[in-house]
């Protein structure tokens, strides 16, 4: 099972971007990455997912190299709001059926 | 359209009492996945279920607890002789078909367990 590395905690202020990197040098051809979001006392929330290059929705970008073996999540012009945890996983049906593997997240804390 | 529902979404429990935690899924999903979140950690994966079936229960502890997931109505998991290490929150998740990370889960808000 690929096991996912990323920063335990980030600072930003309001209105600038925010990178977060996860390494996963063990991906499998099979692996997708997704990323999940969670507030205090809230259920995860899928924020995006990939399998490779560039992906992009209304509420993020997902940066994935040639190798797959790390990926970025940005947020643009975070706000307060976006003070969360966010969780990388990598994984397949192939590989671990239908269990989400969560790592410990990174915690991020955006400031006014 | 209503997403995964969980009750209570606060529990107290004394030591060897029973939990009985509730999961309604998304409208038209069938798969139930339960996961429990001890506090200060990550999320970790205790059964998968599908209507009538426990597809995967590798990360349910071995003794005191159960899951279902009947024909009819919500998928129970069930904490028997409850000890204080089992406070935690425990998230319930649905998708409509089989998912691994391909497919999107969907999550209920918890039910906070606090044994006394």
């Known amino acids: 099972l690929a096991k996912t590395t990323q920063p335990i905690s980030m600072d930003s202020y309001e209105g600038q971007e925010v990178n977060i990197t996860c390494s996963h040098n063990n991906i499998a051809t099979n692996d997708y990455i997704t990323w999940y979001q969670q507030f205090p006392s809230q259920g995860p929330r899928f924020i995006i997912q990939?399998?490779?290059t560039k992906v992009k929705n209304e509420v993020a970008s997902l940066f994935i190299p040639a190798d797959r073996k790390s990926s970025t999540l940005s947020l643009p012009r975070v706000s307060l709001s976006d003070t969360a945890v966010y969780y990388c996983l990598v994984g397949s049906i192939y590989n671990q059926g239908g269990k989400l593997i969560f790592g410990q997240g990174t915690e991020l804390s955006v400031k006014p | 359209n209503a997403g995964v529902m969980q009750n209570p979404r606060h529990l107290v429990r004394r030591r060897g009492q029973e939990a009985r935690l509730r999961c309604s899924p998304m409208?038209?999903?069938?798969?139930v996945y339960w996961y429990r979140q001890l506090p200060e950690e990550g999320l970790k994966f205790m059964v998968y279920l599908q209507k009538e079936n426990i597809i995967d229960e590798s990360g349910m502890p071995k003794e005191r607890f159960s899951a279902e997931f009947p024909k009819e109505g919500p998928s129970i998991l069930r904490i028997q002789q409850v000890v204080r290490g089992d406070s935690a929150a425990y998230f319930c998740?649905?998708?409509?078909?089989?998912?691994?990370?391909?497919?999107?889960?969907?999550f209920g808000p918890g039910t906070r367990l606090l044994v006394l």
């Open positions: 998740a649905s998708s409509p078909s089989a998912s691994g990370s391909e497919e999107t889960q969907y």
């Open positions: 990939g399998y490779k």
């Open positions: 409208k038209g999903h069938s798969h």
